[in-house]
């Protein structure tokens, strides 16, 4: 199975501040297709996962443009910019390349 | 509007089989594969399985493909997930994800005596 290894555990952040996660995979998540099936989720407290970027790079419909992935291979970084008290929570990154497909254990965002 | 309502969940004694549903609306349905994700009290994600447009295809985690059975009906919009041999460890919050990218409410499955 794919690892998937998400830095760091936790974050504390100030408010208008930016946040960087990193995701690494233990292969190479491009596809045969030619795409990597990367994607990042944020799980607010009491709610179910939402998607934020898929394809590694690009913004799911009605996510702030604060929210940018990128990366390729095996590494991937997750960045946000001037975070606000609606971005705390639990990220996760995923990987659909490989079957069985895998997530990160998540990188907690809290507020410092 | 997307939506993705889970139902089915509850209480269930070890060793006894549960299915739950996962009824979709605002898309067609029948275009998407459709798939579902656990949470275990406190932990992470746990990817369970996907099932493609027609069912031609069904994929699932190794550790669990001889116990779950993910199925849908396109006529009825509805996903669906059978449940076997339940023991303590299959005791999360059930989520229903579609291939739009959006994911359901989450049901709460626990199993105990």
């Known amino acids: 199975d794919v690892v998937m290894t998400q830095t760091p555990v936790s974050l504390s952040v100030s408010l208008g501040n930016q946040a960087s996660i990193s995701c690494r995979s233990s292969q190479s998540l491009l596809h045969s297709d030619g795409n990597t099936y990367l994607s990042w989720y944020l799980q607010k407290p009491g709610q179910s996962p939402q998607l934020l970027i898929y394809?590694?790079?690009n913004r799911f419909s009605g996510v702030s443009n604060r929210f940018s992935g990128s990366g390729s291979g095996t590494d991937f970084t997750l960045k946000i910019s001037r975070v606000e008290p609606e971005d705390l929570g639990v990220y996760y990154c995923f990987q659909h390349t490989h079957l069985p497909y895998t997530f990160g254990a998540g990188t907690k965002l809290e507020l410092k | 509007e997307v939506k993705l309502v889970e139902s089915g969940g509850g209480l269930v004694q070890p060793g006894r089989s549960l299915k739950l549903s996962c009824a979709a609306s605002g898309f067609n349905f029948n275009d998407y594969w459709m798939g579902w994700v656990r949470q275990a009290p406190g932990k992470g994600l746990e990817w369970i399985g996907e099932i493609n447009k027609d069912s031609s295809t069904i994929n699932y985690t190794p550790s669990l493909k001889d116990k779950f059975t993910i199925s849908r009906d396109n006529a009825q919009n509805t996903l669906y997930l059978q449940m076997s041999k339940l023991g303590s460890e299959d005791t999360a919050i059930y989520y229903c994800?579609?291939?739009?990218?959006?994911w359901g409410q989450g049901v709460m499955v626990t199993v105990s005596s």
């Open positions: 994800a579609g291939g739009t990218g959006d």
């Open positions: 394809l590694a790079s």
